[in-house]
């Protein structure tokens, strides 16, 4: 119990409920919030940040990892909210929704199920003409990306510790942001023509495939990986850590107040 008690990060609390707010806030409509959607991505870097240090405490402490424990705590953490949200969009778009609207819903309700929201929203954001204010489900899509990085990011850390790797954990990790945010620019523009031709045609809106898809959403799981491999907690932070504090909550409100629906980045 003081092992948990001990691993609970209470300013991470704080900081996923300035996340919430900026985004709540942003599909409010409120002024002076149009970059709030960036709450999405603090959300991101907080789970690269909390997953690794988990991963890797417990491989420092076992030699190994428990994946059927850390699935299971994930499922019994996740599942009940998916569930229960996905039980009243149905009962609800069934009393107020067309047959075809219901079907799609239904859809929809299936990718956020099997953890492919992402991927489901993105083949579909170029064929669709439809209001997210009408898709019940977009909000999932992000759950789905997590889900996905839970999959990948366990096997990779494993693999580099059982191969003696365990110094160069920061570099692998700094290594994979950097790949990220290449395919970030190589991709902005749509799919390049070296790669258009095996990829579906949507893969042609740059914008949509930036931020549906895991590898071009990588390196905010890897920044938060870097803080958690690189940090050191202290329960007396001094005026570098207080620095550190007001400049990161500087930097989300500049991006809350100054980005817009529009931009690319």
Same mark, same amino acid.
């Given at each position: 119990?003081?092992?948990?008690? !001990?691993?609970?990060l ?5 900081l ?18 149009a @970059? @709030?959607?960036?709450? +999405?991505d603090? $959300? ?66 299936? %990718?956020?199920i099997?953890?492919?929201? !992402?991927?489901?929203f ?9 209001? *997210? ?33 365990r %110094?160069?954990?920061?570099?692998? &990790?700094?290594?994979?942001? +950097?790949?990220?945010?290449?395919? !970030? ?17 949507? #893969?042609?809106? @740059?914008?949509?495939?930036? $931020? ?11 920044? @938060? ?6 940090a050191? &907690? ?6 570098? #850590?207080? %620095?550190?504090? &007001? ?5 989300? #409100?500049? *991006?809350? +107040? ?8």
């Amino acid at each position: 119990m003081a092992d948990k008690k !001990n691993r609970y990060l209470p300013h991470v609390d704080g900081l996923r409920a300035v996340a919430v707010l900026v985004v709540l806030l942003f599909h409010l409509g409120t002024p002076g919030f149009a @970059g @709030g959607y960036v709450g +999405v991505d603090v $959300f991101l870097v907080i789970s690269g940040f909390l997953i690794t240090r988990l991963i890797v405490a417990e491989m420092a402490q076992t030699g190994g990892f428990r994946f059927g424990h850390f699935y299971m705590r994930r499922i019994r953490r996740l599942a009940p909210a998916l569930f229960a949200t996905a039980a009243a969009t149905l009962v609800v778009s069934a009393l107020l929704h067309s047959p075809s609207m219901l079907a799609r819903t239904g859809r929809e309700l299936e %990718a956020a199920i099997l953890s492919v929201s !992402n991927i489901h929203f993105w083949l579909e954001s170029d064929y669709f003409d439809v209001s *997210a204010t009408t898709r019940p489900m977009l909000h999932t899509w992000s759950l789905s990306l997590e889900e996905q990085f839970y999959l990948i990011w366990p096997v990779m850390l494993l693999l580099l510790w059982r191969a003696g790797l365990r %110094a160069s954990l920061r570099w692998a &990790v700094l290594s994979l942001a +950097v790949l990220s945010m290449l395919c !970030n620019v190589w991709f902005a523009e749509g799919a390049p023509d070296s790669v258009s031709s095996w990829l579906p045609d949507v #893969a042609s809106d @740059g914008k949509s495939t930036l $931020f549906y898809m895991l590898p071009f959403r990588v390196f905010e799981f890897a920044v @938060g990986g870097m803080l958690a491999l690189c940090a050191t &907690v202290t329960t007396q932070p001094g005026r570098l #850590a207080n %620095a550190g504090l &007001v400049a990161g909550i500087a930097l989300i #409100a500049a *991006a809350t +107040v100054f980005y817009d629906e529009g931009m690319l980045f």
